[in-house]
Each structure stands twice: as structure tokens, then as C-alpha cells.
């Protein structure tokens, strides 16, 4: 194995010969990771059956937008929003490594534990392998962990049999095919040389080739020119956009992207009007307001973006599709989510309501299976998901056009996973509804921002406390109430997320108003001053 400084260890045979990654280009990496990847198949069958020695090692490792950067206590909040994962420990013989860049408070393992239905926590806690990096620096958890050949040793280590494990990321690059090769397992999600359909670019051309609506506008720009020259383009169609948005190639859950205001700018006549589409260029609002314009500007030229007309309507909409494509090759629909969006112009991810508006649901799913399919015969294996904007006519007809396509996990993965885990329920897509086995429909709210500076006054075991109190627990009987996440984060930078499951669209909005309303209010109270002592 080697990490991007070169450090190198033994990797396990893929096809006989031991060999240090050190030693293998680019090439001879992705064939022996191509070979890897042929035992996820009998990997996947096998999880099914409860066999001896089943593992998985997650590393929740993200690799950001190029206009963010999270470090310390936020950037662990986000390796720990998958900790619903440790719901899979409910399979009484799989053993699970999950790797984090610093360690994380036992209390909330404990919290997790605690909701397995069936399942003794200190069982599941003796399955358990937590590895911290000790690294808050940041950078890519898998960098981190690809530096510390003594540290991948160890995770080899509880890998009881490499021919039933599999590597869980939450998004997939070059590290993350390098640690399975270090590993000797085979890695749940898309190839890194498939990674370019999952860029802004990439996306327009998969929606133009299978045919779905999507935003006028054009791909594969590097640099302000080419923008300029996209939005002319633009401008010269009827009817003209008064609004358009810049989205860097690589961007994430909103960052990445700017909103060009047009307005008045298509009056203008023709001599004049590159000028006008220049000026308004260079006074782009972006998503992230802190974004260094020359910053933004090196990201365009180096790694490309798009242009494309932003769509309006009085009662537009943000939904999703969550898919997932598995080794064999067939394409699952799981989920549809309207998603809950904030910042400046409304495009940066909050959290979701699922399952979507059965008004349009149906609709979305329908072009978000054409682009599975098509995906799936590129070779993309693992979840993805489509993001939508959708607008009524006067007749209540919606339109749905397709926006971005995320080959990863995403803000509605962890809710929805948490929701199913816990219920064995399953969405039908027919319905639009999500059913338990026995017959009874759930819905969720869900958030990874429930934010404010009061909040900085409750501690880990203060929210638990509120929990407590409060009855603000997810009732294995009913099937209903709240599961909290990203829970490291509330002192440092008062925000915390949560999950509100009931079986009602009103009934979960209850659920999560009143957890909001009752957090706040104690964290408010935390917060007062304290009375000088006599």
C-alpha cells in the first residue's frame, strides 16, 4: 500500500502476487481493484445468510466541496452522522470497524446501541472496533488513514475473513480504492473513474442522453469567458433567463454553487450586453458567502463547472430520488424526499421530508430509474441519488426537471436509513408510501441544522439529559419519536441534527417542532447568567 506521501505496506493478494501499492501505477491499481471488486457480488449474497465471520468497515470519510473546509469537532459531527450505521450490529454474528479522525464520546455509542431492537448492547458493543485516527487536521479521513500503515494493520486485524467483508465510504475517490486494495476487500460504491458522471458536467450529459427535462444551459466551462460566452448563449434564447446559476463541477449540498441575477440585462441592446453579462458575472452572490471570489475563480478553470438557467415558479419544489445499483447489476428505487433547503438563494441542503408529495413523486421516480438504468450499464455500483426541481401549472400539473446527480451518500441517506433499520419498513414507489411489515405508514422530518447559540450551552450528556426528561426518544412499541445525530457538534458550534419518525406527515412535523421547541428552550435556560453569590 501507499498514501499519497508514499508510505507502504504489503497489500493482500488479489491475484496471487504480493505487492506493495508503491510499486503499481494508475493502471495496474484500477485492474487488480476491477478484480477486487468482482467478489462484491458473493459479499452481498452472504449478508443475508448470518454467516460466521461477516464484517464491514466504514469510513466516513468526505471529500468536501473545493470552496469548503470543515476541521475539528464539525468535521467529526459529519463522520458520526453515519453512526446510524451501528443499527447493522442487529445481525447477531457481523462485527463492524468504524473509523473516525478523533475519538468519539462513549456515550453516544451507548445511544446508538440502545435503540437495536432485539439486541443486547453489550453484544453489539463486543462486535464493535472504534478507530480513531487521532488526526483532526482538515483533510479526508481516508488520507489520514492511508499515512498510518500501523493503524491499517490494526483494522486488518478484525477483518475475521476478507471473502465476507466489504468497505462502507461515504463517498468514493482514488483513497478510498487504495484502502480496499490495502484492505483486501472489495468497496460498496461507484468506481473513481466513474466519478466524472456524478460532476455537474457529468450529469447534464446523462440527463441529455436519456432524455429527461433539465435546466437549459451547458456544460464542461473552465473559466469566466466560457461562463460569459454560456450565458450570451443563453440570453439569445426566448424567452431569455433573468437568473442564472454557476456551479463548480465538484460542488456539494449547494456549496460550490453562485447565482447570476440577469434581470434587465436581455433589454440591453446586443453591442452592449457582454459587457452587462461580464458585470454581473463578477458580482455573482455565492451560496457560501465567505467564498473568496479569485478562490472560486481557480476552481472553475482548473476542475470546470456549469452554467444553467435557474428554474422559478411560485410553488416550486426541491425533491429527490434515492437509488441504489447492486452488484448484479439491477437497479432499486429506496426512497423520495422533498428536501428542506436554505442559504442565500435556497439551494444549500437543511434537511428533508420523506417520503415526497405523492402529487409528483411517481413522476420523479420515473426519470430518476431512467437514469439509474443508465448508470447501471456504465458499471456504477452502490447508492446515488437524483435531485429534482418540480413547479405546478395552472391546472396543477407538475413539471419535474432534473438538476444534479450525487454518486454517494447524501443529506437524506442517514434519515432514511435510520427509518428502515429501526421499522423493517420499505417504501413503495407505486404508492409513494412507506410501510412497515405490518402494514402501518411512516413519515420523517429530518434535519442536520438545527442551529443556535444557546445551544453552545448544553454538553453531551446535558442533551442527553433533555432526552431524558422530556421523553425525546425514538419507542421501539410505537415506532415513533426522534433520533438525534451529529451530536458532537452541539457545544462547539450549537447544532445538532435529528430525525422526527411518526405515521403521519403531521404526526412526525409534531414530533420535531416539539424536540426543537423543547431543546431550545432548556438550552435557553442553560444559558442564563448566573446570580453572583451573596
Known sequence: ???????????????????????????????????????????????????????VVVVPSVSLSPTVERAGSLAQAFEERYLFLLLLLRQPRLRMVYVTSTPIDPR????????????????????????????????????????????????????????????????????????????????????????ALGSKTGCRRIFGAVGIPHPRGAEDLHGLDEVVDAIAGLMGEHPSPEQVIVKLNEGVSGAGNALVDLGGVGDLPE?????????????????????????????????????????????????????????????????????????????????????????????ISEAAMTVGERLAAEGVLGRFAVDFVVSPDAAGRWSAYAIELNLRKGGTTHPFLTLQFLTDGRYDADSGRFLTPDGVEKHLVATDHLEAHDLRALSVGDLFDVVARHGLHFDPSSRAGIVFHMISSITEHGRVGMTAVGDSAEHASELYERASRVLLDEARAASRPLALPD
Open 108 to 195: 453516544i455509542i451507548e445511544y446508538y446501541l440502545a435503540l437495536l431492537p432485539g439486541v443486547i448492547p453489550s453484544h453489539a458493543l463486543a462486535r464493535l472496533t472504534l478507530v480513531p485516527v487521532g488526526d483532526s487536521s482538515p483533510r479526508p479521513l481516508t488520507a489520514k488513514l492511508l499515512e498510518r500503515p500501523a493503524l491499517l494493520a490494526r483494522i486488518a486485524e478484525h477483518i475475521p475473513d476478507r471473502t465476507r467483508s466489504h468497505l462502507i465510504p461515504y463517498n468514493t475517490t482514488e483513497l478510498e480504492r487504495d484502502l480496499a486494495l490495502t484492505l483486501g476487500i472489495p468497496m460498496y460504491g461507484a468506481d473513481p473513474r466513474l466519478s
Open 1 to 55: 500500500m501507499t498514501t499519497t506521501r508514499g508510505t507502504a505496506v504489503a497489500a493482500p493478494d488479489v491475484d496471487g502476487r504480493r505487492v506493495t501499492l508503491a510499486e503499481l501505477d494508475e493502471d495496474a491499481r484500477n485492474a487488480r481493484f476491477a478484480m477486487l471488486q468482482e467478489r462484491m457480488a458473493a459479499v452481498w449474497d452472504a449478508m443475508r445468510l448470518d454467516l460466521d465471520g461477516e464484517s
Open 271 to 363: 453591442p452592449v450586453r457582454r459587457a452587462a453579462i461580464w458585470e454581473r458575472v463578477r458580482g455573482m452572490r455565492f451560496e457560501l458567502p465567505e467564498t473568496p471570489f479569485d478562490a472560486y475563480v481557480a476552481k472553475l478553470v482548473a476542475d470546470g463547472g456549469i452554467v444553467e438557467e435557474r428554474i422559478v415558479g411560485e410553488d416550486l419544489l426541491s425533491p429527490s430520488v434515492q437509488l441504489r445499483t447492486l452488484p448484479g447489476g439491477a437497479v432499486e428505487l429506496l426512497s423520495t424526499h422533498d428536501q428542506l433547503l436554505g442559504g442565500p438563494s435556497g439551494q444549500s441542503y437543511l434537511g428533508c421530508r420523506f417520503p415526497a408529495d405523492p402529487a409528483y413523486s411517481r413522476l
